[in-house]
């Protein structure tokens, strides 16, 4: 019962995003809640707004640590729309536990995440405006961790681009933390700027054993790799080391000078994201 209300809820979100096709608008957003793994996703799709019968890639969109589907400062907010009147169509979602998800965090690992990416991939590709064959990937911080997991592990992902990706997340939690969450089965953690988390043994196991080096040697695709010159959280070093173990030839770095691990967005001059949001729209309308 509860699978055919939300059924309903998509039916008439997708009829409401139908009439502001009709107002001529340059891009259109709707949210949905995808089932997936027992849990519902929270996500929204933006998209162009084109001719009658035509497609556009689109982007799959992955928040960091502790945050949401609309990101630090409405960072991916901001990016979806401008995406959109360039002819990209996006999903970003709310992982588990995280912004408006019912789901406790403790549901959430790296591969729970990859499973909700491709949950909302396959919501994105049977919109008549998406082209299926044009799908990319982005992530922001882990979200960059599970982009760069999701797209060595599906083929489907024909582009791979991250904001501050981070290759090393079991080091920014530690030992310590792991030693605890074996007791309990999940160790709360304190990130500062939201209610604390209850963070699994499991995601500690995947963040320790899985190599996201070697994961990217198998993804063939072009890859981007951003990150500010400024970012004290995650080393400035994984933007190399992405580059060097991305499994393709077109692969490429690039770095905004001064701006911090959330690009700058807390401090009421938005000029160095910006710079980032265009580099990152442009880079998708070559790739995809």
């Known amino acids: 019962m509860r699978r055919r209300v939300y059924a309903v809820v998509v039916i008439l979100l997708m009829l409401t995003t139908s009439f502001a096709f009709s107002q001529n608008l340059r891009s259109t957003e709707f949210v949905v809640y995808i089932p997936n793994e027992g849990r519902m996703i929270p996500a929204t799709v933006c998209l162009p707004v084109g001719e009658s019968g035509e497609t556009f890639p689109a982007v799959v969109m992955l928040h960091g640590t502790g945050s949401s589907r609309d ?3 409405n ?3 901001m990016l979806a729309p401008y995406m959109a009147q360039n002819g990209i169509a996006s999903i ?45 990937i982005m992530g922001w911080s882990q979200g960059g961790s599970v982009a760069i997991l ?6 489907q992902y024909k582009a791979l681009l991250t904001w501050a990706g981070a290759l090393d ?10 030693q605890k969450a074996k007791v309990d089965g999940f160790v709360k953690i304190d990130l500062g700027f939201r209610p604390p988390l209850n963070l699994s043994l499991r995601w500690f196991e995947e963040a320790k054993d899985i190599s996201l080096r070697d994961e990217l040697k198998k993804f063939k695709g072009p890859v981007l790799a951003i990150a500010g010159s400024a970012d004290t959280t995650v080393p400035l070093s994984n933007l190399d080391d992405i580059v060097a173990n991305a499994g393709g030839t077109d ?3 690039y770095l905004i000078d001064g701006a911090d691990h959330t690009f700058n967005v807390f401090t009421g001059d938005l000029s160095k994201f910006n710079q ?6 442009e880079w998708f ?4």
């Open 71 to 73: 990101e630090a400062g």
């Open 75 to 77: 960072g991916y907010k």
């Open 92 to 136: 970003r979602f709310d992982f588990a536990g995280q912004g408006d998800s019912k789901a406790d965090y403790v549901e959430y690992c790296y591969t729970s995440g990859v499973s909700d990416a491709v949950a909302c991939t396959e919501f994105l590709k049977n919109l008549k405006v998406v082209d299926p064959a044009r799908i990319g």
């Open 150 to 155: 999701a797209a060595a592990r599906n083929p």
């Open 169 to 178: 997340m079991f080091d920014f939690f530690g030992d310590n933390l792991y």
């Open 251 to 253: 692969k490429a770095k």
């Open 276 to 281: 980032l949001k265009e580099v990152t729209t």
């Open 285 to 288: 309308k070559s790739k995809l």
